[in-house]
């Protein structure tokens, strides 16, 4: 019975500490967000309240209209938190990694397999639908995403090769969308012939990059077919 409680408890603690980190990430670029999840909670309390005093049974349905406030202000909140974790990271050397690696489960992302002078990156990610290139920086990323797709082709051939491009430009997909744009590509990879793409691609590794820290969303699961 002790050792359920305790295992709960640590169950609980990060679940917890993700939450406080998230929060203190969105309030760092929205300061104002404590205030409005607090009036959600309230508006819709009290909506329900005034609901119950009109058809004679405001005690029911505050007891309804209470984890409707909590749900309507969680929601609210993390759609809030989602945005804020990309602007958090946007703009800075690896963000694009940092959201790929925030991929759930299904994806190994190796970051910076090819990088310049001008520090333009090219980040490879392996998964079940194959393998995912996303270039971060100028134009001159093109030869590089050129360079990581010999690689990979000379070390995995035969294997679907994707390429993202990070941006808001024509052709290329926002970093708040990075993470639905690889989660559409659809699987042509059994679980062992990803693994025996990930093994060989070892040898075609990635440069240690100060990847950005803090809590990315991790919500975005590969579909299954």
């Known amino acids: 019975m002790f050792?359920?409680?305790?295992?709960?408890?640590?169950?609980?603690?990060?679940?917890?500490?993700?939450?406080?980190?998230?929060?203190?990430?969105?309030?760092?670029?929205?300061?104002?967000i404590g205030s409005?999840?607090?009036?959600?909670?309230?508006?819709?309390?009290?909506?329900?309240?005034?609901?119950?005093?009109?058809?004679?049974?405001?005690?029911?349905?505050?007891?309804?209209?209470?984890?409707?406030?909590l749900l309507a202000?969680?929601?609210?909140?993390?759609?809030?938190?989602?945005?804020?974790?990309?602007?958090?990271?946007?703009?800075?050397?690896?963000?694009?990694?940092?959201?790929?690696?925030?991929?759930?489960?299904?994806?190994?992302t190796t970051p910076a397999v090819a990088v310049n002078k001008n520090q333009d990156m090219v980040h490879r990610s392996v998964g079940r639908a194959g393998i995912v290139l996303t270039a971060e920086g100028s134009v001159a990323t093109r030869?590089?995403?050129?360079s990581a797709r010999k690689d990979a082709e000379r070390f995995a051939p035969g294997v679907p090769i994707y390429e993202i491009w990070i941006g808001d430009g024509e052709g290329q997909v926002p970093?708040?969308?990075?993470?639905?744009?690889?989660?559409?590509?659809?699987?042509?990879l059994s679980a062992h012939q990803m693994r025996e793409v990930r093994a060989r691609l070892k040898a075609v590794g990635g440069m240690s990059l100060p990847i950005p820290k803090g809590p990315m969303p991790k919500n975005v699961r590969v579909p299954k077919r």
């Open 3 to 32: 050792k359920r409680k305790k295992k709960e408890r640590k169950i609980r603690e990060p679940r917890f500490k993700a939450i406080r980190d998230a929060y203190a990430v969105t309030k760092s670029v929205k300061p104002w």
């Open 36 to 69: 409005l999840l607090i009036a959600i909670f309230f508006v819709v309390l009290a909506t329900g309240v005034g609901i119950g005093f009109l058809v004679g049974h405001p005690v029911y349905f505050g007891f309804i209209a209470l984890p409707l406030a």
């Open 73 to 108: 202000t969680l929601f609210i909140f993390s759609r809030f938190a989602l945005a804020a974790s990309f602007a958090s990271v946007e703009g800075q050397l690896g963000a694009a990694a940092s959201v790929l690696m925030a991929i759930r489960k299904g994806w190994t």
């Open 143 to 146: 030869q590089l995403i050129q």
């Open 175 to 188: 970093l708040r969308k990075l993470q639905k744009q690889v989660s559409k590509y659809k699987k042509s």
